[in-house]
């Protein structure tokens, strides 16, 4: 087991054939700095470790045949089990999975943690989802090779809602999909570029007027790209 923090109060375990790809994004950027803040913890546990023959085999060919290799429950089972303070859910990164939501990383961010199971090859013996995990999660209708960078955009999604987690909290408050609605149009400097200007309404000072301005860009945006979001799809 590689330990990426200390005594943290958000708790991620993750399962993995691949805890280097996880523990090398989870040590950078905004995780990295949570972590080293001690707002969060990512603890990845390889599958592998828990193999028990000589060859260390995690996966064999299906019953009933087909292509590809299917994940041993044996190994999955003991990895989990070797880790009873993980926190629940375990969440099983699948494409049968329901799809992930800011809401599904919002309820998940007001925990005290969770844990996550990567599949790789054809992914993982069925008893494994019957049995062990708690909920099957999707990033979307295509096919990735394994369930480590699902795992990471489940990670990150749900720790930069985490309290000190971003610079500033409100900017997840306020951001895409929080308010229901897209996030607004955004503009920095310079107010000129390349003689493409900055709505005069941002630059006028008047907070209320602002407010007022990008409320409605939000809605008039989330109509004409998402009208689903607003349940007019
Ligand atoms: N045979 C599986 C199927 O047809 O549904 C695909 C297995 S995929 C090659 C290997 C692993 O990648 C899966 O077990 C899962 O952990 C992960 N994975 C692939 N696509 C995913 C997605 N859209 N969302 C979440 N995890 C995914």
Known sequence: MTETGHNLPFRVDVFTLFP??????????????????????????????????????VDDAPFGGGAGMVMMPGPIFS????????????????????????????????GPGFSVLCGRYEGVDE??????VDQEVSLGDFVLAGGELAALVVIEAVARLRPGVLGNDESSRDESF????????????????RGWGVPEVLRSGDHAKVAEWQRREAIERTQRRRPDLLGDG
Request: with cysteine; glycine share 6%.
């Open 79 to 110: 990895a989990v089990e070797a880790v009873p303070e993980a926190h629940r859910p375990l969440i099983l990164l699948s494409p049968a999975g329901t799809t992930f939501s800011q809401s599904l990383a919002q309820e998940l961010a007001s």
């Open 178 to 193: 929080s308010s229901g609605l897209l996030e607004y149009p955004q503009y920095t400097r310079p107010a000129e570029f």
């Open 20 to 57: 280097e790809l996880v523990d090398s994004y989870c040590g950078a950027s905004i995780l990295g700095r949570a972590r080293d803040k001690g707002l969060l913890s990512v603890a990845t546990h390889n599958i592998r470790d828990h193999a028990t023959d000589v060859h260390r085999s």
């Open 127 to 132: 008893r494994v989802v019957e049995h062990l």
